[in-house]
């Protein structure tokens, strides 16, 4: 029993490392305006960020994600605020 929740926590923090490895290496990344029309191949998405907003507004925002060769990828793009979704 002690065996099996060993693995557990070790695969637990295994996964937690990944991610944080990724997030760390996304930071790293410099991100590609995004353009009308463009192609994106997208696998996974990574994290999704926006600039903080009480407003209903357009924000800056970003996504980092893999790309089908698993290579890390980020977008700029602008959206409505999250703080948009409570509106009509």
């Known amino acids: ?7 557990t926590a070790f695969l637990l923090a ?3 490392n990944i991610v944080s490895l990724a997030a760390h290496a ?3 990344v410099a991100p590609e305006p ?9 696998n996974k998405v990574v994290s999704l960020r926006e600039a ?8 800056d925002a970003r ?8 290579r890390l990828q980020s977008l700029e793009y602008r959206k409505h605020s ?7």
């Open 63 to 70: 996504m980092d994600y893999l790309d089908s060769k698993g």
């Open 52 to 59: 903080p907003s009480a407003l209903c507004q357009v924000v």
């Open 1 to 7: 029993m002690k065996l099996a929740s060993l693995g």
């Open 14 to 16: 295994a996964t937690f």
């Open 26 to 28: 996304a930071e790293r």
């Open 82 to 88: 999250n703080a948009c979704g409570n509106e009509n």
């Open 34 to 42: 995004y353009r009308y029309g463009m192609h994106l191949d997208i």
